[in-house]
């Protein structure tokens, strides 16, 4: 691992729980490997592009990793009929990264949609280099997995594969779709690649109890949390 430079942010209000103020740590990285950013990542760091973050708040502890075990997972209902709909009809692709006029027209639409129905922040429109820093220019290759229906991109989700599972970085989909459920069918998708290689756990970032935007990842269980004292404690089984 090569750091370039590393600095904690002045306190803000927080992203996930806007009565709160947060302050998150980062590390801005030139180099870095799959087993190191695990490493990093299995004591709270994550990252987008060669950007790691963490939380550094003060007063408040609420964000907590959490990963789902893959060999003991059993899908709910809700679960079962998001996979029913999506399994056989939605194909998925698993390539490399990039970036192209389609998958930044998805973006920008379903950050749009986000920021009107839930309450998100609303940001200019991203462009091919910005998203480009965020997805295609990663310090390890990554996955990049593409949901279509017939030629219709529906839904972009980008993918750590580490020794010790997988680590969704972020995912976004057509609002107009949204009755498929893709971010379920998404999460799904993942666990059943994580068994068929084997795979342990599959990660899902951060958990924040009373962040809506949050409330699906613990529907997958059983599941764990990052502790304070460092050590991974079963959460919702």
């Not at 006029?101 to 998100?120: E, I, N, S, V």
Request: aromatic share 16%.
């Amino acid at each position: 691992m090569e750091s370039l430079f590393s600095y904690v942010a002045s306190p803000s209000t927080c992203g996930y729980l806007p009565e709160q103020l947060w302050s998150l740590e980062y590390d801005y990285v030139r180099e870095l490997n799959a087993e190191e950013y695990q490493t990093l990542m299995l004591t709270g760091w994550r990252r987008f592009g060669r950007m790691l973050f963490r939380p550094h708040c003060r007063a408040c502890s609420a964000c907590r990793s959490l990963r789902v075990s893959v060999s003991n997972f059993r899908p709910d209902r809700s679960q079962r009929r998001a996979w029913k709909a999506n399994v056989g009809e939605v194909r998925l692709r698993i390539g490399r990264p990039m970036v192209n006029r389609a998958r930044l027209q998805l973006y920008d639409r379903y950050h749009a949609y986000q920021a009107t129905h839930k309450g998100w922040p609303l940001h200019p429109a991203k462009d091919a280099d910005s998203y480009a820093e965020s997805f295609v220019h990663n310090p390890f290759p990554i996955q990049e997995w593409c949901y279509y229906l017939d030629n219709q991109l529906l839904g972009v989700g980008y993918v750590d594969e580490l020794p010790a599972g997988l680590s969704a970085i972020y995912f976004f989909y057509d609002p107009d779709q949204r009755a498929r459920s893709l971010g379920t069918f998404n999460v799904l998708s993942l666990i059943n690649y994580a068994r068929e290689h084997k795979l342990p756990h599959i990660y899902l970032g951060y958990y924040v109890p009373g962040c809506a935007s949050m409330e699906y990842k613990p529907r997958f269980r059983p599941n764990q949390v990052l502790g304070v004292d460092g050590a991974w404690h079963d959460f919702l089984t």
